[in-house]
């Protein structure tokens, strides 16, 4: 409640963080990766990304996707941890075989850019399909342009646009460019 200012409370971060540390503390994962983000965001304490790091890897080690994800982030960007792509995969693998739709999306990516892994365009479209089918509109626009442009999919200018629309509908301009591109296309 502190943390968001709802149910008639005040927003305060300082005192969102105080709870959030007394539930942290006894275990709890939900709490121990929203600590992490205050540290991670300076949102009621000193931005801290290695006590970010900390609390993430305790929720993380429970199985919690949320912090698996946001782990893999940290070693993604080097961001409290030295960067390192391997273990960026590993954590974002183990969130997005839980279905965390967010992490599907960046081990696509991973795949797509051989960061970390070997590149393997199947295997991103893979990905990005599960992150699409779950609404996340970088993953649909990502799955558009692989159909797009044939990698690791035949290439398939209606699918990519199917999944550009339904970018579009979640707001993204990006996607509503590549779709205004595939008209242009269609035109030659």
Known sequence: ??????????????????????????????????????????EGVGQDDAKAVEWFRKAAEQGYSAAQFNLGLTYANGEGVGQDDAKAVEWFRKAAE?????AQADLGFMYVTGRGVERDTTQAVAWYRQAAEQGNADAQISLGYMYENGRGVEQDYSQALTWYQKAVELGNDKARMRIEALAELAKE
């Open 1 to 42: 409640m502190y943390d968001t200012g709802r149910g008639g409370v005040e927003q305060d971060y300082a005192e969102a963080v105080a709870w959030y540390r007394k539930a942290a503390e006894q275990g709890n994962a939900d709490a121990q990766v929203n600590l992490g983000l205050k540290y991670a965001n300076g």
């Open 98 to 102: 839980q279905g965390h739709a967010d």
